[in-house]
């Protein structure tokens, strides 16, 4: 074997000098409400602390495999909830406390974190950990199809060294090939000896020479098995990395991005080739958009600056035909260290360095059976060249996604090909560092290279902002499987009611996967016989797509009110954030008496704001029901009905002049800070601002004010919020979604009736 490199930095370099697209989600799905819509299951292990490290996805048997801190475990893909088998794996005894005694943290290095999974044959998997600095290997019985059996082999336990990495999170990557695993890794305790190793089964283990100029401080991101051709004694495993460069001309160095291949059949211990490319990111994250014969998957690599001053993320797309041609283009040569690169033109040695041997490469006399028995010139010339001369270029010379004002970090990657109406669509899932995960669909702009991304979906997986370390698609279930180190979530990739009722809110979406069936917003199966179904990816005008729908809907009536209280001469808001952030906001106001619904005529008083309303000085005749309505390419909606009320000066004045100690008002709050003495209340106060036709409202706002807060305040404080309330905070609300949480925070009936 032997293999070349090659660079794929122009992709950075690129992006950088082209102007982000708008980076607003078309939806923001927090949390809370992806699990109470099934869209997300979460699973956190059964210890407590997860600690996830791994994960191995098996289609053929429905399961997922999942390795973390001292465990492994074993999910039924089938199940709604997700139910599991554990095994507990802690390191070997004593290592804990080596781990411990050569100076690692014991609470967070010297555990056993499982890092390795693959399948091995029918009916055992293999599985690596850390082993607290140890690292281990065992096979895992996890029995035939349909069983769901999981248990460690005990008797198949040895080391990992060379197999898996010494520490928890440094990067590496493997993959099994036949039966063997290959990885690239840095294989020593200090993490100074990186090579790319070839283990397990029946041959015995190589790994590639030690040597700075072929491997300088990698960063392995992925291994992936390419076939090149029909022949399986050709078949490569492609490693994708990054190295330190130390330029001719300069005392810094640079992180290059690298791809290297190894000849999978007939491998030896031969060095290979690298790249020389400064560039100013360095990819995260490698996904091998497959393809039906397997030979030219499109590689995805997400990218993101290494910079401390400019923040940003690329993605790129790399062709396996544009890899292999510089593979198989000039070598690169430097007369020394001092010289600069340039393309190797002399005699090229046979059989050529990078070539797999094979029965192609065997000469009738000559007969290679690994590349040790090469002649000593290959392996010389090899050992002088480990670099290719060209650069690998991304498609199109561009990248096809730049996002430069997002605020975190990507960091995973995965790809869905998916059909829609008008065409594909590549849509792609970032996870981020941020617990989050990006739904984006790249569309081609027609008649030319030049592409436009909608941001669909951000989706907040976790509660908390943890990086999001693996992802998985699964396009069979359509799911794509989330882990962060806490746990790993199970995400449907759509759910096309979420993105509303109407025809227009399905077709504004953009989302491929959704389409209007005449009735609602459904999954869009390209294959389906039904005519009635409009989806308009490309340019998202609900127009030309719902004609026949109805695309103003006089649909005041229909939302949900809240009710605001507003002090006289003080500032207020009415918020309003529409769904979409790309929709624009109008607002109506209907004044009592008259029933006629006028536009707000915003001036330096009422400013119109990102987020709502804003009454800087509050007038008396400012009172009534106030409507958000949100315009997107002709597709009107109200979301927001407010009825605000407005407090007169006089009757606050009145109300917080006075401290009326004596008259402790029994209050129904079984809170501490509502003992009998404790409160010098206003409470009554506050019941005759209020016309009487008001009393539920004011009810609710009370409730939620002294029964909602789990602190304990005092009278001051209290009093305070109180008018920080009064002031413009959102006190009530009445409509169907609102009920169970007003109910929980409502006192009793009785004690309010004055
Ligand atoms: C979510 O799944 C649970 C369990 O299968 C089910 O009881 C519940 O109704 C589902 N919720 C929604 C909103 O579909
Ligand atoms: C799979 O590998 C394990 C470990 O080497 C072995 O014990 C088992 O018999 C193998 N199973 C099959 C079906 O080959
Ligand atoms: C359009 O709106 C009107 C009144 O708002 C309603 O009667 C009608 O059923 C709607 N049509 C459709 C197709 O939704
Ligand atoms: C209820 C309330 O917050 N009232 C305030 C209105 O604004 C004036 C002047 O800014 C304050 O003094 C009031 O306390």
Same mark, same amino acid.
């Given at each position: 074997?032997?293999?070349?490199?090659?660079?794929?930095?122009?992709?950075?370099?690129?992006?950088?000098?082209?102007?982000?697209?708008?980076?607003?989600?078309?939806?923001?799905?927090?949390?809370?409400?992806?699990?109470?819509?099934?869209?997300?299951?979460?699973?956190?292990?059964?210890?407590?602390?997860?600690?996830?490290?791994?994960?191995?996805?098996?289609?053929?048997?429905?399961?997922?495999?999942?390795?973390?801190?001292?465990?492994?475990?074993?999910?039924?893909?089938?199940?709604?909830?997700?139910?599991?088998?554990?095994?507990?794996?802690?390191?070997?005894?004593?290592?804990?406390?080596?781990?411990?005694?050569?100076?690692?943290?014991?609470?967070?290095?010297?555990?056993?974190?499982?890092?390795?999974?693959?399948?091995?044959?029918?009916?055992?998997?293999?599985?690596?950990?850390?082993?607290?600095?140890?690292?281990?290997?065992? %096979?895992?019985?996890?029995?035939?199809?349909?069983?769901?059996?999981?248990?460690?082999?005990?008797?198949?336990?040895?080391?990992?060294?060379?197999?898996?990495?010494?520490?928890?999170?440094?990067?590496?990557?493997?993959?099994?090939?036949?039966?063997?695993?290959?990885?690239?890794?840095?294989?020593?305790?200090?993490?100074?000896?990186?090579?790319?190793?070839?283990?397990?089964?029946?041959?015995?283990?190589?790994? =590639?020479?030690?040597?700075?100029?072929?491997?300088?401080?990698?960063?392995?991101?992925?291994?992936?098995?390419?076939?090149?051709?029909?022949?399986?004694?050709?078949?490569?495993?492609?490693?994708?990395?990054?190295? +330190?460069?130390?330029?001719?001309?300069?005392?810094?160095?640079?992180?290059?991005?690298?791809?290297?291949?190894?000849?999978?059949?007939?491998?030896?211990?031969?060095?290979?080739?690298?790249?020389?490319?400064?560039?100013?990111?360095?990819?995260?994250?490698?996904?091998?958009?497959?393809?039906?014969?397997?030979?030219?998957?499109?590689?995805?690599?997400?990218?993101? =600056?290494?910079?401390?001053?400019?923040?940003?993320?690329?993605?790129?797309?790399?062709?396996?035909?544009?890899?292999? $041609?510089?593979?198989?283009?000039?070598?690169?040569?430097? $007369?020394?260290?001092?010289?600069?690169?340039?393309?190797?033109?002399?005699?090229?040695?046979?059989?050529?360095?990078?070539?797999?041997?094979?029965?192609?490469?065997?000469?009738?006399?000559?007969?290679?059976?690994?590349?040790?028995?090469?002649?000593? $010139?290959?392996?010389?010339?090899?050992?002088?060249?480990?670099?290719?001369?060209?650069?690998?270029?991304?498609?199109?010379?561009?990248?096809?996604?730049?996002?430069?004002?997002?605020?975190?970090?990507?960091?995973?990657?995965?790809?869905?090909?998916?059909?829609?109406?008008?065409?594909?669509?590549?849509?792609?899932?970032?996870?981020?560092?941020?617990?989050?995960?990006?739904?984006?669909?790249?569309?081609?702009?027609?008649?030319?290279?030049?592409?436009?991304?909608?941001?669909?979906?951000?989706?907040?997986?976790?509660?908390?902002?943890?990086?999001?370390?693996?992802?998985?698609?699964?396009?069979?279930?359509?799911?794509?499987?989330?882990?962060?180190?806490?746990?790993?979530?199970?995400?449907?990739?759509?759910?096309?009611?979420?993105?509303?009722?109407?025809?227009?809110?399905?077709?504004?979406?953009?989302?491929?996967?959704?389409?209007?069936?005449?009735?609602?917003?459904?999954?869009?199966?390209?294959?389906? +016989?039904?005519?009635?179904?409009?989806?308009?990816?490309?340019?998202?005008?609900?127009?030309?797509?719902?004609?026949?729908?109805?695309?103003?809907?006089?649909? !005041?009536?229909?939302?949900?009110?809240?009710?605001?209280?507003?002090?006289?001469?003080?500032? =207020?808001?009415?918020?309003?954030?529409?769904?979409?952030?790309?929709?624009?906001?109008?607002? !109506?106001?209907?004044?009592?008496?008259?029933?006629?619904?006028?536009?707000?005529?915003?001036?330096?008083?009422?400013?119109?704001?990102?987020?709502?309303?804003? %009454?800087?000085?509050?007038?008396?005749?400012?009172?009534?029901?106030?409507?958000?309505?949100?315009?997107?390419?002709?597709?009107?909606?109200?979301?927001?009905?407010?009825?605000?009320?407005?407090?007169?000066?006089?009757?606050?004045?009145? =109300? %917080?002049?006075?401290?009326?100690?004596?008259?402790?008002?029994?209050?129904?709050?079984?809170?501490?800070?509502?003992?009998?003495?404790?409160?010098?209340?206003?409470?009554?106060?506050?019941?005759?601002?209020?016309?009487?036709?008001?009393?539920?409202?004011? $009810?609710?706002?009370?409730?939620?004010?002294?029964?909602?807060?789990?602190?304990?305040?005092?009278?001051?404080?209290?009093?305070?919020?109180?008018?920080?309330?009064?002031?413009?905070?959102?006190?009530?609300?009445?409509?169907?979604?609102?009920?169970?949480?007003?109910?929980?925070?409502?006192?009793?009936?009785?004690?309010?009736?004055?």
């Amino acid at each position: 074997m032997r293999a070349a490199v090659s660079v794929v930095s122009v992709c950075w370099l690129g992006a950088a000098l082209l102007a982000a697209g708008r980076s607003l989600p078309r939806l923001r799905l927090p949390y809370r409400e992806l699990l109470g819509t099934n869209r997300s299951i979460l699973f956190f292990g059964n210890r407590g602390f997860l600690g996830f490290r791994s994960l191995y996805l098996d289609e053929y048997r429905d399961r997922l495999f999942i390795g973390g801190k001292d465990v492994l475990y074993s999910l039924l893909l089938d199940r709604a909830s997700m139910d599991a088998k554990e095994i507990y794996w802690p390191p070997l005894p004593g290592q804990t406390e080596e781990c411990f005694q050569k100076g690692k943290d014991p609470g967070t290095d010297c555990a056993n974190y499982i890092r390795v999974l693959h399948p091995y044959n029918r009916t055992h998997l293999l599985a690596c950990g850390t082993g607290a600095f140890h690292p281990v290997c065992a %096979f895992v019985y996890v029995g035939h199809r349909g069983e769901h059996t999981f248990s460690l082999d005990p008797t198949s336990v040895e080391t990992g060294r060379g197999r898996c990495p010494h520490e928890p999170s440094r990067a590496f990557a493997s993959t099994i090939i036949g039966g063997e695993l290959y990885a690239g890794l840095t294989a020593d305790f200090l993490g100074r000896d990186p090579g790319i190793f070839r283990s397990t089964g029946t041959r015995s283990a190589l790994r =590639t020479e030690v040597d700075q100029r072929l491997l300088n401080d990698p960063k392995f991101v992925a291994a992936h098995l390419i076939p090149d051709n029909n022949d399986r004694d050709n078949d490569k495993a492609y490693f994708f990395f990054t190295e +330190k460069v130390v330029e001719a001309d300069s005392k810094e160095h640079t992180i290059v991005s690298r791809v290297a291949r190894v000849c999978v059949l007939v491998a030896s211990g031969r060095p290979w080739a690298s790249g020389r490319n400064p560039m100013v990111s360095s990819p995260e994250d490698v996904f091998l958009l497959r393809t039906k014969d397997g030979k030219s998957p499109e590689i995805y690599a997400l990218f993101s =600056t290494i910079s401390h001053v400019f923040q940003g993320s690329a993605v790129c797309v790399y062709r396996m035909a544009d890899i292999r $041609e510089v593979f198989n283009g000039p070598f690169a040569h430097r $007369e020394s260290p001092y010289h600069r690169w340039g393309a190797y033109e002399g005699r090229v040695p046979y059989p050529r360095p990078g070539v797999c041997p094979s029965k192609t490469t065997n000469q009738p006399r000559r007969q290679y059976g690994t590349t040790k028995d090469f002649p000593d $010139e290959v392996l010389h010339f090899a050992r002088a060249h480990p670099l290719m001369y060209k650069l690998v270029y991304p498609r199109h010379r561009r990248p096809l996604l730049v996002k430069t004002d997002l605020p975190h970090r990507l960091r995973q990657l995965v790809v869905d090909r998916v059909e829609a109406e008008d065409g594909q669509h590549d849509v792609l899932f970032l996870g981020t560092d941020a617990g989050s995960v990006l739904k984006v669909v790249v569309l081609q702009k027609t008649s030319s290279a030049m592409t436009e991304e909608v941001i669909l979906e951000e989706l907040q997986v976790f509660k908390a902002p943890v990086p999001i370390t693996q992802m998985e698609i699964s396009v069979k279930r359509q799911t794509l499987y989330v882990g962060s180190s806490l746990g790993v979530a199970q995400v449907r990739l759509h759910q096309c009611e979420t993105y509303g009722t109407a025809c227009a809110e399905c077709c504004l979406a953009r989302d491929p996967y959704c389409a209007w069936d005449g009735t609602a917003c459904t999954r869009y199966q390209p294959s389906g +016989k039904r005519r009635y179904r409009r989806q308009d990816v490309r340019h998202s005008n609900p127009v030309h797509q719902c004609l026949d729908q109805n695309l103003t809907v006089d649909d !005041f009536e229909s939302v949900e009110e809240k009710v605001l209280y507003g002090a006289e001469d003080n500032s =207020t808001f009415l918020e309003c954030v529409p769904r979409s952030p790309q929709a624009s906001v109008q607002w !109506f106001v209907q004044r009592p008496p008259d029933e006629q619904r006028d536009e707000v005529k915003t001036d330096e008083r009422i400013l119109q704001t990102e987020h709502g309303l804003l %009454f800087r000085k509050l007038h008396r005749h400012d009172a009534g029901v106030y409507y958000c309505k949100t315009l997107e390419h002709g597709f009107t909606q109200t979301v927001a009905k407010t009825a605000l009320e407005v407090i007169a000066s006089e009757q606050l004045a009145h =109300t %917080f002049s006075r401290e009326r100690g004596d008259e402790a008002l029994r209050l129904p709050c079984p809170r501490p800070w509502l003992a009998p003495q404790a409160p010098k209340t206003w409470f009554k106060d506050i019941m005759h601002l209020i016309s009487s036709q008001n009393v539920r409202r004011v $009810e609710e706002y009370c409730a939620r004010l002294w029964c909602g807060s789990s602190r304990p305040h005092h009278h001051k404080s209290k009093l305070a919020q109180a008018k920080h309330a009064l002031a413009g905070v959102d006190v009530g609300k009445k409509g169907r979604t609102t009920k169970a949480h007003s109910e929980k925070n409502r006192m009793p009936r009785q004690a309010v009736a004055t």
